[in-house]
C-alpha cells in the first residue's frame, strides 16, 4: 500500500464530531473491513467503498446536512492538500477522530456514498462533486463524445462515478468498462441498463477489506462475478491484511470465461442477502429479481456456505444445466 | 338554482330512464350530465362539483378520466366508489426525487392493487398511465387478462416489469392502440415480445419502445407497422439500423412522430438516397428523437423532413454546434428543442438565430462530471437563446457556473416564462464574474416572470432567494431546491408567501423544525412535501403528524444513521389515512 493510512473518522449515533480532511482532487477512498466470520455483527466498523467524498465542517454557516458516518481511507494526495484545505479561509478541517462509527449498511437504498455540504463542494474543487443524485438527471445514459478529443469516451455516466485517480476506483473503472469494453465503444451504451446506479457492498472471506460494486452496469451473473473476480484479484495483490492466509483467492473463473464463483466448482459461492434478510445464493432467480432484491454481497467460502445450509442448494446447481437468462 | 330536491341519487347508469325521475325546475339528470361531461378540465370539473349535490353527482357520473398526483392520497376503494364510470386512469406514484437515487428500491406505489380494483370496478378502462410506479410483470398480464376494451398503456419511469409483461399486452390487448414505454426500468429479456402481436391485430397508433437495449425481432415489427395503417407515433430503439428505418419509413410514411433507431451506419449512395427520399416522403412528421449513436454526415437525410418539425428531441445525439446550425436551418417551425450541450454557445447562438418560434429549451449535459476545462454551454448561450427566441416560456438549462447579470437579461428578453429550470452543476457555485451568491438571478426570474409555475434553484444562495421567492412568485406551483438557503427563515418564506404552492422539494439544505412546522396548515393544500438531507428531527416530524392527522408524514429511514435525525421526510396529504403497504424502512409517524 502507497501512502495510505486507514483512518476512522465519524462518531456513534450519539451525534459525537465528524471530521475529516479534504481533497482537492476526490481521491478519497473508503474501503470495507470487516470480520469475515460474522458479517451480520453491526457493531463492526464497516466502511463502503466507494468515491466518498469527505464530510465537512463549515462553522461559519449553521448549515449542515447530515451525513452518513463513514471511515475514510486517506491517500498521500490528501496530506498536502488538507494543508492548504486547512489553511483557506472557505474550509476548516480538524484532525480526524479515533471514535468508530456504527456499521452504516447502505444495502437497503441503492445509494451510496457520502453527501457533502455545498460550501465543501465548492470549496474542494471547481468541478462538480459525485454528490448522491446530483446532478438530477433522471437518464442513466452515456452520451458518446465524438466530437471530444479527451479520452474517456465512455465514461460511465454516473452519481457515484469514479473520477479518482486512485488504482483501487481505476480498477472499478476498468471493470465497469470492460463489461460494456466488448463491444465497440460507440455501442457501449447500448449494453447498459436504463437504470441509475445500484451500488452494493461486497465482501469476501478472508479480505479484511470489502468493496462496492455497482449492478446496474451488469445485465447478468455472468459479467458480475467476473468484475467481482478481477475486483478480489487486485485486492489481494494490492493489500496485504492478516486475513488473507495466502489462500489461493485467484481462480474464480474457469478458463472458459464461465464463472466458477456460480457454478459451485471454486472454494467460494457468491452469496446475497435479500431484502428480508436472507443469504441466499446467487444465481436463482431471474437478474431483474435478483436486482431488485438485493442488498449486499458476500463471497463464502463453500465450506462454510455449506454449513449455512446453502449446500443443497449449491448440490442441486451443480447437477442441473445452467441457463442464465441476461 | 333549486337543485337540491330530494332524489334518487344512486343510478345504475347514467343514461337513467326518464320516468324515474321527479318533476323539478332543474334540468334533466341526464342533461346535466351531459353538460358537465362536456368539461374537459380537473380544475373546472373540481369547482363543478362543489356547486351542489347534483352537481356533484352529474359531475362523477360523467367522468371519464381522472388523474391522481399521488397514488397514495386516495385508495383506490375511495376512488371507485366516487367515479362510477371511468374510463381512464392516470397515477404517480414514487416521489419525484426517486429518479435521482433518493428513494430506496421497494418503496412502494405498486399498481396491482389498484388494477386488482379496477377489475372489479371499471371492467370497461380503456386508458392507464403511470409515472414513477413499480409494475410486475404479473400486473400487466393481470391487466390484459382483466379489461377486454384496454386500448393505451404508458408507462413513464416506472421499474419491476420486462419485456414479459409487453408480450402480455402485446398477446392479448386486442383493441390496443398505444404502447408507450417512456425511461422506465425494464429487465430487456428477450426480442420476441412484439411478434406477440397476433396477425390480426392492426390498432396500434403509437409505439414507443425505445428505452430497451436489446435487438428485436424486426421482422415482427415491420409486418406490424405495415399492418398498422392508422400508426401515428413510432419511436425505436437503439437496434434498429438506418436501413431497418428506411423500410419502416416506407411502409409508414404518415408517421407524425418519429423516434430513429441509432443513426450510424455505413450507408452506400443507394440507401442514402433512398432514405433521403423516405424522410422527404414523411410529410406530417411533427416531432423527432432517438438519434442513438449519430454519425453527423447523415443528418442531411433529415432536412426535407424538418420543415414541419415542431418538437425535435436530440438529447441522446451529442451534435456540435456546427452539425445543430445546420440543420437548425432548416426547422423554422421548431417550437420544442431538447440537446446535449455539445452543441455549446455557438450552437446556442444557431438557435436563437434559426427558431425565432421556439417556446421550450432543454439542454442536457453530455459529461456532468468533467473536471477542469470542461465545455458545454454558459451564460453567454443562453443569453443568445433569449435574444433570438422570444417565446421562450420554458427552459431546463445544465451548465457550470452563471451568473447573476445574465439570468436577468434572459427574463428581460423572455418575461413569459411559467418554467425555469437551472441546474448549475457545481453545488453551491456563486456568479463566476462576481462570486456572488446566485440570489439576484432568481429574484429577476420572480420578479420578471409574474406566470412563473415552477421553479427549480440552484448555485450559491442564500435566504434571499427565498425571500423573492415568498414575495413575487404568486403563481408558483412546484419548486425545487438543492444546497441553498442560510437558515429555517428562507423556508418559512415560501410556505407563508406562495398561496398556489403544491409541490416543495428540497434537498440539503438548512432546514429544520422551525422550517418544517411553519407549514402546518400550509400542507394540507399541497400535494406533498419532500425533505432530504436537511437538519429535520424525527421529534419535529411526531410534532407535524400529530397536529395534522390529515397529513401522512413518512420517514425514510436507513440502517445505522442516528435515530433522531429525519434523513428523508415525504409529508403528503390524504385521504386514504396511512400506508398499510410501507416497507420497513418507511416509517409513519
Known sequence: MQGVTIIPTGGSGGGSTMSSTLSKEDTNLVLSSEDSSCPEDSELLELGLGLCLSHHHKPARKSHSHHHHHARILTAKDFPSSASASASSSSSSSPPSSSLSRVNNNTTTSTSGTKRTAESVAAANNGPSPVVGWPPLRRPYRVNSFNHSKSPATEVFNWNSEKSKSSETDVLRKTADNTNGNNNNIDTKEKRNFRSSLFVKVNMDGIAIGRKVDLSVHSSYETLAQTLEDMFRESTTAITFNGSNGEDFGILVGGDQHSKLLDGSSKFVLTYEDKDGDWMLVGDVPWGMFLSSVRRLRIMRTSEANGNGLAPMLEEKNCRQKSKPI | ?589
Open chain 2, 1 to 589: 338554482m333549486e337543485c337540491c330536491n330530494k332524489r334518487r341519487m344512486m343510478k345504475e347508469s347514467p343514461e337513467s330512464n326518464f320516468m324515474n325521475r321527479r318533476g323539478s325546475s332543474c334540468f334533466p339528470d341526464e342533461v346535466l350530465e351531459r353538460v358537465i361531461g362536456m368539461l374537459k378540465s380537473r380544475k373546472d370539473r373540481s369547482s363543478v362539483s362543489l356547486v351542489c349535490k347534483e352537481w356533484y353527482n352529474a359531475e362523477r357520473w360523467s367522468r371519464r378520466n381522472v388523474f391522481i398526483g399521488n397514488c397514495y392520497s386516495v385508495s383506490p376503494e375511495i376512488l371507485t366508489r366516487r367515479f362510477p364510470n371511468i374510463r381512464s386512469v392516470t397515477l404517480k406514484g414514487k416521489p419525484r426525487f426517486s429518479d435521482f437515487n433518493l428513494v430506496p428500491a421497494n418503496w412502494g406505489a405498486d399498481i396491482h392493487f389498484w388494477l386488482v380494483v379496477f377489475a372489479k370496478k371499471y371492467p370497461f378502462l380503456e386508458e392507464l398511465r403511470l409515472k414513477r410506479m413499480t409494475v410486475t410483470d404479473e400486473s400487466l398480464k393481470f391487466l390484459a387478462r382483466s379489461f377486454p376494451n384496454f386500448k393505451a398503456i404508458s408507462l413513464q419511469n416506472c421499474d419491476g416489469f420486462s419485456t414479459d409483461g409487453l408480450a402480455a399486452i402485446a398477446a392479448d390487448c386486442k383493441n390496443l392502440t398505444e404502447l408507450d414505454i417512456q425511461e422506465n426500468v425494464i429487465d430487456d429479456k428477450n426480442d420476441n415480445w412484439l411478434t406477440c402481436f397476433p396477425e390480426s391485430f392492426t390498432s396500434l397508433e403509437v409505439l414507443n419502445f425505445s428505452i430497451l437495449h436489446n435487438d428485436v425481432n424486426f421482422d415482427a415489427l415491420e409486418k406490424l407497422v405495415t399492418r398498422c395503417k392508422s400508426l401515428k407515433t413510432l419511436k425505436l430503439n437503439k437496434s434498429i439500423t438506418l436501413e431497418q428505418l428506411q423500410r419502416l419509413l416506407f411502409r409508414a410514411p404518415q408517421l407524425c412522430e418519429l423516434g430513429t433507431g441509432s443513426f450510424s451506419q455505413e450507408l452506400t449512395t443507394q440507401q442514402y438516397s433512398e432514405l433521403e427520399s423516405a424522410f422527404s416522403n414523411c410529410k406530417n412528421l411533427n416531432t423527432l428523437s432517438g438519434l442513438w449513436v449519430v454519425t453527423p454526415q447523415y443528418l442531411p437525410v433529415l432536412y426535407p423532413a424538418c420543415a414541419n418539425l415542431t418538437f425535435l428531441n436530440f438529447s441522446y445525439a451529442p451534435l456540435d454546434s456546427d452539425d445543430i446550425a445546420k440543420l437548425l436551418v432548416h426547422c423554422a417551425n421548431i417550437r420544442r428543442l431538447w440537446v446535449v450541450d455539445t452543441i455549446e454557445d455557438k450552437g446556442l447562438e444557431a438557435v436563437g438565430t434559426h427558431c425565432p418560434l421556439l417556446e421550450e429549451l432543454r439542454v442536457f449535459p453530455a459529461d456532468p462530471f468533467a473536471e477542469g476545462d470542461a465545455r458545454g454551454v454558459t451564460d453567454s448561450g443562453f443569453i443568445a437563446v433569449s435574444q433570438g427566441c422570444r417565446n421562450l416560456h420554458y427552459v431546463l438549462y445544465f451548465c457550470r457556473h452563471m451568473t447573476n447579470a445574465a439570468v436577468a437579461t434572459v427574463v428581460q428578453n423572455c418575461p413569459d416564462f411559467t418554467h425555469f429550470r437551472l441546474c448549475i452543476m457545481n453545488p453551491g457555485q456563486p456568479d463566476y464574474r462576481t462570486s456572488e451568491p446566485m440570489d439576484e438571478a432568481f429574484g429577476a426570474v420572480v420578479k420578471t416572470c409574474s406566470k412563473l409555475q415552477r421553479l427549480a434553484i440552484s448555485g450559491l444562495l442564500t435566504d434571499l432567494t427565498f425571500e423573492y421567492i415568498g414575495k413575487y412568485a404568486k403563481n408558483l406551483e412546484t419548486l425545487s431546491v438543492a444546497f441553498a438557503g442560510s437558515s429555517d427563515w428562507g423556508m418559512q418564506c415560501v410556505l407563508e408567501g406562495c398561496p398556489k404552492l403544491r409541490k416543495l422539494e428540497i434537498r440539503d439544505c438548512p432546514f429544520g423544525n422551525a422550517a418544517l412546522l411553519s407549514g402546518l396548515e400550509k400542507y394540507e393544500s399541497m400535494r406533498s412535501l419532500w425533505m432530504s438531507d436537511c437538519k429535520v428531527t424525527m421529534n419535529g416530524c411526531r410534532l407535524l403528524a400529530k397536529e395534522m392527522p390529515r397529513l401522512n408524514v413518512e420517514v425514510i429511514k436507513e440502517d445505522g444513521s442516528d435515530d433522531s435525525q429525519a434523513e428523508r421526510v415525504y409529508v403528503y396529504r390524504s385521504v386514504a389515512g396511512p400506508r398499510r403497504d410501507a416497507p420497513s424502512f418507511v416509517l409513519t409517524l
